[in-house]
């Protein structure tokens, strides 16, 4: 399998907390750095792991498009499987170790996501169905004590996150993709520079595999939530969750119905 992580001006540590994991797994073929950031960080220049290929893009090509140049590396290799993930996530060998060995059992299933949890151990709510555009103006701009019943809907709350189940919509801070899966629906969408890639990428290979929140393993995210601290952000979410709606449908989307979730038996 390859490992890509999209990075700018990321912090040193982060990225090597990430190395440090994922580095010594045997079956990890490569780790994929693909740089956004203004200048190209002498850091990243300089390692010389030989599992690591830094590409600086000297522009900031977006999230999706930034991984699509490892995934399409996956997919010219042949390679099982491919770990999109954030530098801001840290997990242990043995967890990615445990969900590749499910998903070896479980060829249907596309994408495989952990439980996230804040640093603090809290869940983060990251299922999710497939959104309205008012689930997500009542998520971003409704107190917390309005609309409560409709963003606990929206994240799925009431499954209680503690069994398998299918779900429509998985976050882009971890994703354990099947790269055969790949081949067949697309990678990411570059239209989309931020945001609601991951929403369309877990749509596409839900329509023809399972996308699964497997909590049996758990990760931790220092989730920055930067459109909540910048307007520049905010506007960035905005306009692309826009091109989102006009690809999949405002008021009608066929497969918002079916973003319902399933519970698995295992």
Known sequence: MNVSVVTYNTPEDQIQRL?????????????FIIDNSPKASPYLSSLTEEKVTYRFNNANLGYGKAHNIALRESVSQ?????????????????????????????PFVALL???????????????????TPLDLFARRFLPKSIGRDMRNRFEMRSSGYDHIMEVPYLSGCFMLLRVEALRRVGLFDERFFMYPEDIDLTRRLNQHYQTLFYPYQTIIHHHE????????????????????????GWIYDPDRPLGTQHELNE
């Open 19 to 31: 190395l440090n994991t994922v580095l010594p797994m045997e079956w990890v073929r490569r780790v």
């Open 78 to 106: 042949g390679a099982d499987y491919h770990l999109v993930v954030n530098a801001d996530v840290e997990f242990t060998a043995s967890a990615l170790e445990d969900m590749v060995l499910y998903m070896n059992r479980h």
């Open 113 to 131: 996501s952990p439980k996230v949890l804040y640093p603090d151990g809290s869940v983060q709510y990251l299922c999710k169905q497939l959104p």
């Open 225 to 248: 939530q930067a459109s909540y601290k910048s307007l520049k952000m905010l506007w960035i979410h905005i306009v692309n969750m826009c091109r989102y709606f006009n690809k999949w």
